[in-house]
């Protein structure tokens, strides 16, 4: 079972920031906490990962909660593109498994 | 390397047939993954192979299903006696040990 709890959808304007949250509760200490999206009609594609430290790079940013029981990816200015299912997955190394995702609509 | 390429994008067949699909990883990945998606579902897990062992296999899995990596490189999913509830898009991925994921665009299989 998936291990991790996101809002069915969310919506944001587009040029705005947006704030993707993810609960992860019973998270180890060797679970890494990964981001995929996934646009319509296409795999999942990579946004972002991190195990304890807050991260940045080219797509978006990830904060990480001092105790690791949730996570936020941040958009900084979302586009029309950006508009896609987002999963949040925490990986131990064996397979992801994969919750419902948020589904992320951007309004122009 | 032009990524995860799965061949066909679409099938459609009729029940009862058979169906194989083909995921090409990118080659320096040593891990390559099945899943299965339908409408609205995130991806579920079937199986992964690391190289040419298969180790692991989803209870998804039934026994019309079987994947194949000869020689660790592409792999096969082979659907015997499809039905309807087959209907779904398979995603291959491939990985490097314990890296994230590459994805391919996936095979929709329609089951008529």
């Known amino acids: 079972d998936a291990k991790t709890t996101q809002p069915n959808s969310m919506e944001s304007n587009e040029e705005e920031p947006v704030h993707l949250p993810c609960n992860h509760s019973t998270i180890s200490g060797t679970d890494y906490i990964h981001w995929y999206r996934q646009l319509p009609s296409q795999g999942p594609e990579y946004v972002i990962h991190g195990l304890t430290s807050n991260v940045n790079n080219r797509m978006a940013s990830l904060a990480i909660a001092e105790d690791r029981k949730s996570s936020t990816l941040i958009l900084h200015r979302a586009t029309l593109r950006d508009a896609a299912v987002y999963y949040c997955?925490?990986?131990?190394?064996?397979?992801?498994?994969f919750g419902p995702g948020t589904r992320l609509s951007v309004l122009p | 390397d032009t990524g995860v390429s799965q061949d066909p994008r679409h099938k459609i067949t009729k029940r009862g047939q058979n169906v194989t699909f083909r995921c090409d990883p990118i080659?320096?990945?040593?891990?390559l993954y099945w899943y299965r998606q339908t409408l609205g579902q995130g991806p579920e897990f079937l199986t992964y192979f690391q190289n040419e062992a298969q180790l692991e296999k989803s209870r998804l899995l039934s026994d019309r299903f079987s994947a194949e990596r000869p020689k660790g490189s592409f792999s096969t999913l082979e659907i015997q006696r499809t039905e309807q509830g087959d209907s779904a898009m398979y995603l291959c991925?491939?990985?490097?040990?314990?890296?994230?994921?590459?994805f391919g665009s996936g095979t929709r299989l329609t089951v008529v």
């Open positions: 991925a491939s990985s490097l040990y314990r890296d994230g994921y590459t």
């Open positions: 080659s320096e990945h040593n891990r």
């Open positions: 997955i925490l990986y131990y190394g064996q397979n992801f498994v």
